[in-house]
């Protein structure tokens, strides 16, 4: 390396130095899963990834996003610990892989698609408007959390690089979840799926809809086996397949996409051509 070169080497990474310590505002670190220390930038940017993480938090009341809902569910329901779960749907290294190929919608969806969509299935409400205050936070703050992170769009699915892993067995026996539903979940969601204080409904009119990703048993069960019970997750495969069966046998609200999507006079479109 000339010694020009190496002198304009160091200027960058003086240079950069001072940047990253201008730019140390609160550490927003969220729970013990999360390692990593991450600094909120100063200023409106920083706000805005606060104010993310409320809304995902509080997704149901939140004033920015509860018009958008239609069930008893926050983001956090499955996103666990605000999204930093290392298993649980975890939101790190998320943004790391968008934009990515959606099969179910047949386009290249961002991020910001990505999350709106959750809205729509998972929240049983209406899809965002694209660039609306809402999205724009919540995506701000699922960004953050990819802070460092090497990007990886990702060509087969929009999913990032700690999603929830399939089982390898795939059936599960309604008649063998039921009891363990009651011994092991009914206590937080109710004999009747319904929910208490202690825990957010399983299924009925307050759940996710058929639309949503646990509504494949697979799916639940996987995240059911790293998720729940809360706070000491330790099914088997199988008991996490038979309890998402029994579960997912019950009725939930039917997904129809045209009474999900916003109406026309609102900015943005449905980046997608899912008919269902
Ligand atoms: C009923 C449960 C549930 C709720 C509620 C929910 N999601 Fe999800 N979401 C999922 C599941 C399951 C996945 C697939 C994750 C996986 O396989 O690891 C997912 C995937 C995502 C992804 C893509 C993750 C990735 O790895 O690329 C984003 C972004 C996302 N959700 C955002 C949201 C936002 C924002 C909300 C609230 C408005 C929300 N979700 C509400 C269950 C839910
Ligand atoms: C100690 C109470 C508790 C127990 C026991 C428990 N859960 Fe949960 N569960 C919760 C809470 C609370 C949430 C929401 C997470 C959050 O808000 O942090 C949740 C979320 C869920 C969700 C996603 C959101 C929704 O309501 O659809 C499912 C599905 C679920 N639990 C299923 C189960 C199953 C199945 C079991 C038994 C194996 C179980 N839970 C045991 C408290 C509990």
């Known amino acids: 390396m000339s010694t020009r070169s190496f002198v304009s080497l160091t200027l960058v990474i003086l240079l950069n130095t001072c940047v990253s310590a201008q ?55 499955c996103h666990l610990d605000a999204g930093t779960h290392p298993e649980a749907a975890s939101f790190l290294g998320v943004a790391a892989a968008y934009p990515a190929w959606s099969p179910r919608e047949q386009r290249v969806i961002t991020l910001q698609d990505r999350a709106l969509n959750c809205f729509m299935r998972s929240e049983n409400g209406i899809r965002p408007p694209v660039g609306s205050e809402v999205a724009i936070a919540i995506t701000a703050y699922i960004t ?24 390898k067995d795939s059936v599960g026996d309604i008649d063998r979840g039921k009891p363990l539903y009651e011994d092991y979940c009914a206590s937080c969601h109710g004999d009747d799926g319904l929910g208490s204080d202690d825990g957010p409904p399983v299924w009925g009119d307050k759940s996710y809809n058929d639309g949503a990703g646990l509504i494949r048993v697979p799916k639940l069960a996987s995240w059911l086996k790293v998720a729940m019970p809360l706070d000491n997750a330790s099914l088997s495969p199988q008991e996490a397949l038979d309890i998402a069966a029994y579960i997912n046998s019950h009725d939930r609200p039917k997904f129809n996409l045209q009474e999900h999507l916003p109406t026309d006079n609102q900015a943005g479109v449905f980046n997608g051509e899912a008919k269902e």
């Open 23 to 77: 730019a140390i505002g609160d550490d927003l670190s969220t729970s013990e899963s999360e390692h990593v220390s991450r600094q909120l930038p100063l200023g409106e940017l920083g706000r805005v990834i606060e104010l993310g993480r409320e809304i995902v938090e509080n997704t149901k009341d939140h004033p920015l996003s509860k018009a958008y809902v239609g069930n008893s569910l926050n983001c956090t329901s």
């Open 144 to 167: 953050w959390l990819s802070t460092d992170q090497p990007i990886r769009m990702n060509p087969d699915k929009p999913l990032g690089p700690n999603h929830v892993r399939p089982l």
